[in-house]
């Protein structure tokens, strides 16, 4: 195998600590009388999204889907154009929306979907996301809720893989190449 685990980014306990208190601002900027869907981008995100959704309080409306999209390019690089693999089953239409994602770098996938989402006529629309490579920007994405920025080096755990591998560890981690 070409790449190893390296060092500890992120440990588990800073990214509960992390999850929890973006659960309390989502909650305190919530409209208590509506109903709150949270979009999960599969696969990534599922993680996060999870733990992020027991912090809520009981009192909110909150509803969970996922969506799977892939976004077109030449292989080593994201034209931002997305492919739908699985869709939503939740009509979002004049509902509130937070789209959940794992990471954000150039922000070409995150701002296409965004695109088509608003199309379906949500009555707000916001993001959050775990981490956040902003020196990767190519596209202007406004990022309602961060988890926390980092570097341009590539990271795994927490949902994030490499080559389909290391979603499950608890612990964001860099890789290195062998
Ligand atoms: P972009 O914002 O460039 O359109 O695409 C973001 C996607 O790039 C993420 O959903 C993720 O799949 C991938 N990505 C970017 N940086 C990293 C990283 O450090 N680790 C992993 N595992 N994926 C990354």
Do not use: Q
């Amino acid at each position: 195998m070409p790449y190893k685990l390296g060092e500890v980014l992120i440990p588990r306990e800073k990214i509960a600590e992390r999850v929890k208190a973006l659960a309390g601002e989502i909650s305190r900027n919530a409209e208590r009388d509506k109903p709150l869907v949270i979009v999960g981008i599969l696969t990534g995100a599922a993680f996060f999204l999870t733990d992020l959704v027991r912090e809520l309080p009981e009192d909110l409306d909150v509803r969970v889907d996922f969506m799977s999209v892939a976004s077109y390019g030449d292989g080593t690089k994201t034209s931002g154009v997305v492919r739908i693999f699985h869709d939503l089953k939740t009509n979002i239409e004049g509902k509130n929306v937070i789209v959940v994602e794992d990471i954000v770098d150039s922000g070409l996938t995150l701002s296409h979907l965004l695109g088509l989402l608003k199309g379906r006529n949500p009555s707000s629309l916001k993001v959050c996301v775990l981490l956040d490579k902003k020196e990767r920007r190519k596209t202007e994405v406004k990022v309602d809720y961060c988890g926390f920025s980092i570097e341009d080096k590539f990271v795994v755990g927490y949902g994030l893989d490499c080559a389909g591998m290391w979603r499950h560890l608890k612990d964001i981690k860099y890789v290195i190449e062998d």
